[in-house]
């Protein structure tokens, strides 16, 4: 049942956002190492060990990413990029946030 009630409040978050048009990385069901995995178009969907929890994650959460040899690797989206979501105004960013509890 916690997974349940988990899913339906990261998927408030996952398609306020879509619904804006503001980009999202990665949709997560649980914590921990994952369970299934799958690469979508633009977002990494995944089912992991622990449901306690879940996430929605943003391009910009993880301004430095590197490759497997730690070197610094292109961003997906220029930090100026008006469909990141700290570039959204404060209505539409609070709908994000709230639409989980809202779910």
Request: aromatic share 8%; charged share 20%; hydrophobic share 40%.
């Amino acid at each position: 049942i916690l997974a349940i009630i988990v899913a339906v409040h990261e998927c408030g978050h996952f398609i306020a956002a879509r619904s804006q048009g503001i980009h999202v990385t990665k949709f997560a069901i649980g914590f921990g190492p994952p369970l299934l995995k799958y690469q979508g178009e633009t977002v990494e969907y995944s089912l992991r060990l622990i449901p306690l929890g879940g996430y929605v994650a943003f391009p910009e959460d993880d301004p430095t990413k590197v490759d497997e040899n730690g070197d610094p690797v292109e961003l997906l989206y220029e930090p100026d990029d008006p469909n990141l979501l700290n570039n959204r105004t404060i209505p539409e960013r609070a709908l994000v946030i709230s639409a989980g509890v809202i779910a």
